[in-house]
């Protein structure tokens, strides 16, 4: 197994309580048997091993993602502690870069978390989501009360003292796309990863035949790639590399391992969605090495067979290589685990095909170009804009579907 990324779950609880989320409110509880801080001597631990496991693995850069419940709980001199020992432990490893983000809900976001982040490095995304009105249906305090004008205080206290503010907002279909892509742009936010609803085949609450992720993610794609000021958006420029081939951009989640605030060692947090305890391996940072999580059999199929074990509709989908089967928590049922296409399949399948069309007219210009398999991925968005401008051609895509199913 190989991984890039540490998400340390400084803090198992949150001064919010949001109606979606897989933390709290799909069904796992076990966040109550856990200390709500991780403590300093964890430190130590996670940092012994780390450092083990880049020798082995040869990395160059590794990053630590401090996440919570909300991380801001955690006090400041947790931070400062952790990432002076991860800096002097990179000095020793030569040619190795660390680096530091932090997910917070922005509630706690003020001038001197502002001026630690600048210390320490630290890159700071706000989770948020679009409009007032979309924003407080969910994400709501422990009162109830909504959170909005808060977050939206934090977000521009952020584009002050840091210069920058990336979002991530968790999709609401209720909500018109064009708003709420206008919300973002009001707010000069730098960029919005937008993450489809953790639904399961038990819970999935849409009609499969109306595909109403895949229609809500089209609308906002054509206002965005039609957009001469648009921010980023990493879920389209991800597809759209995949769909060019111009980089190994997988969005791969497998590529983190996540520690909980008591030290165990589990896959990503959103297969908390599964049930009461699914993620639980067993394993401690205090006792086991990372690459012991393929011991436990949800490790094992999370990190060595996620995209290569699908179930054979995945296996003969002509886009297959694109969506990679979707997320593994988007395709768990009860009665057979993971052997299922995503419950976003159809809608997978129009979205991708529509964002086909949009490109489709581009590709002779860009295998013209000799450099198109090393590019970047913010790279390619700029240069379909040049041959866009230089052609004087329309994005917007048809909504006939390219690929037969």
């Given amino acids: 197994m190989e991984f890039d990324a540490l998400i340390l779950?400084?803090?198992?609880?949150c001064n919010l309580n949001c109606s979606y989320c897989f933390m709290y409110n799909l069904g796992d509880t076990t966040y109550k048997n856990q200390p709500k801080l991780m403590s300093y001597s964890s430190i130590d631990a996670i940092l012994e091993k780390t450092k083990k496991y880049i020798i082995s693995h040869?990395?160059?850069?590794?990053?630590?993602?401090?996440?919570?419940?909300?991380?801001?709980?955690?006090?400041?001199?947790?931070?400062?502690t952790f990432v002076t020992k991860a800096n002097n432990i990179e000095q020793e490893l030569d040619g190795v870069t660390f680096k530091y983000d932090i997910q917070t809900n922005g509630v706690l976001i003020d001038k001197e978390w502002c001026d630690l982040f600048r210390e320490l490095?630290?890159?700071?995304?706000?989770?948020?989501?679009?409009?007032?009105?979309?924003h407080d249906m969910f994400r709501v305090d422990h009162k109830g009360k909504g959170s909005y004008e808060i977050?939206?205080?934090?977000?521009?206290?952020?584009?002050?003292?840091?210069?920058?503010?990336?979002?991530?907002?968790v999709i609401n279909t209720n909500e018109e796309p064009?708003?709420?892509?206008?919300?973002?742009?009001?707010?000069?936010?730098?960029?919005?990863?937008?993450?489809i609803p953790d639904y399961t085949h038990d819970n999935f609450p849409f009609s499969k035949r109306e595909m109403v992720m895949a229609n809500w993610l089209i609308t906002l794609f054509d206002i965005w790639i039609n957009?001469?000021?648009?921010?980023?958006?990493?879920?389209?420029?991800?597809?759209?590399?995949?769909?060019?081939?111009?980089?190994?951009?997988?969005?791969?989640?497998?590529?983190?391992?996540?520690?909980?605030?008591?030290?165990?060692?589990?896959?990503?947090?959103?297969?908390?969605?599964?049930?009461?305890?699914?993620t639980k391996s067993g394993i401690n940072i205090n006792t086991h090495d990372f690459s012991d999580i393929v011991g436990v059999p949800l490790g094992k199929l999370y990190y060595e067979d996620s995209t290569t074990k699908l179930c054979s509709k995945c296996l003969q989908c002509p886009i297959m290589e694109v969506c990679k089967g979707g997320r593994l928590v988007h395709r768990f049922k009860k009665e057979n685990g993971f052997n299922n296409p995503s419950v976003y399949c159809e809608d997978l399948i129009k979205f991708i095909s529509h964002i086909q069309h949009a490109l489709i007219q581009l590709f002779p210009e860009l295998y013209k170009n000799e450099n198109v398999d090393i590019m970047e991925s913010d790279d390619i968005i700029m240069y379909i804009d040049k041959i866009s401008q230089e052609n004087k051609k329309s994005l917007y895509a048809s909504d006939l579907e390219f690929f037969s199913t």
Avoid: W
């Fill in 121 to 134: 490095q630290i890159y700071p995304s706000i989770s948020i989501d679009g409009t007032k009105k979309a």
């Fill in 58 to 80: 040869n990395k160059k850069e590794f990053s630590f993602i401090f996440h919570g419940g909300e991380p801001l709980l955690m006090k400041k001199d947790f931070y400062r």
């Fill in 178 to 195: 064009s708003e709420v892509y206008e919300s973002f742009k009001k707010m000069k936010v730098n960029s919005v990863n937008f993450l």
């Fill in 151 to 169: 977050v939206f205080k934090g977000v521009h206290l952020l584009k002050k003292e840091i210069g920058y503010a990336d979002i991530v907002c």
């Fill in 227 to 278: 957009d001469n000021d648009r921010y980023k958006i990493p879920m389209f420029i991800g597809l759209i590399n995949r769909l060019l081939g111009v980089t190994d951009i997988t969005d791969n989640e497998s590529r983190v391992l996540v520690i909980e605030t008591n030290g165990e060692i589990e896959a990503v947090d959103s297969l908390k969605a599964c049930g009461e305890g699914f």
């Fill in 9 to 13: 779950k400084v803090a198992s609880r």
